[in-house]
């Protein structure tokens, strides 16, 4: 796929789905606690709601199969099987270099995520790109911000780092995720990953195929 190429003085990248391959991880935690309830979860229910927040896609699956257990409890669950997977995640492809790459040369790197704070920074460092990023923002706390489709942890990270957004390029795996980057006022980028490919993303958003085909370079001064 030819190479997508900006100039930016900061990007903003999600967590799920676009550095790290926890969306299958999620997909076969979710189907063993369903298969423990005596549901079937199946690919195509599970990819409708990917990019929301698990909170939601739980509440989702619970009235879908109208099971008899409360949501925090599969919750609970959920977090517990995907700690592994944080610990050591795997990377999307070009994802460690990409985010290297735009640090040297010079680039801020925020990451932004609905998922929990402690979570987005374990994974971070276990990718050895903690060093490489500037702001780490993420679900968490009383006063944290509001998870996507809102702008707000778009928002948070910039303002971390002291870029404005009209400066900055956000990329994103989902709809709900390329939603808050639009909102947010970056120039955003969606790469698709397995479980996104059928979701309509907003207008005006740019496309690539992988990280690996996404070059950003600093902006010339002035």
């Known amino acids: 796929m030819t190479t997508l190429g900006l100039e930016a003085d900061a990007v903003v990248l999600d967590l799920d789905g676009l550095l790290v391959d926890s969306e299958t991880a999620a997909f076969d935690v979710a189907r063993g606690i369903l298969a423990d ?69 010079g680039i801020a790197v925020g990451v932004a995520s609905s998922s929990h704070l402690s979570v987005v920074t374990r994974a971070v460092e276990a990718l050895g790109l903690l060093p490489a990023v500037g702001a780490v923002v993420g679900r968490g706390g009383p006063a944290g911000p509001a998870p996507k489709p809102a702008p707000d942890v778009y928002l948070t990270a910039l303002r971390r780092l002291g870029v404005s957004p009209s400066a900055a390029v956000g990329v994103e795996d989902s709809a709900t995720g390329a ?43 002035g």
């Not at 959920?78 to 985010?99: I, S």
């Not at 639009?182 to 059928?198: D, F, K, N, R, Y």
């Open 37 to 105: 309830e005596g549901a079937h979860l199946d690919r195509e229910l599970f990819a409708l709601h990917v990019g929301r927040p698990a909170s939601r896609l739980y509440a989702a699956l619970v009235a879908h199969y109208g099971m008899a257990v409360a949501v925090t409890d599969l919750l609970r669950r959920r977090e517990d099987g995907l700690a592994r997977f944080y610990a050591d995640p795997t990377p999307m492809p070009g994802a460690v270099d990409f985010v290297r790459r735009a640090a040297a040369r």
């Open 179 to 221: 939603q808050a980057s639009v909102a947010a006022g970056l120039t955003t980028v969606v790469i698709p990953s397995e479980w996104t490919l059928s979701q309509t993303f907003p207008s005006g958003v740019l496309r690539t195929g992988s990280l690996a085909n996404l070059d950003v370079r600093p902006r010339p001064p």
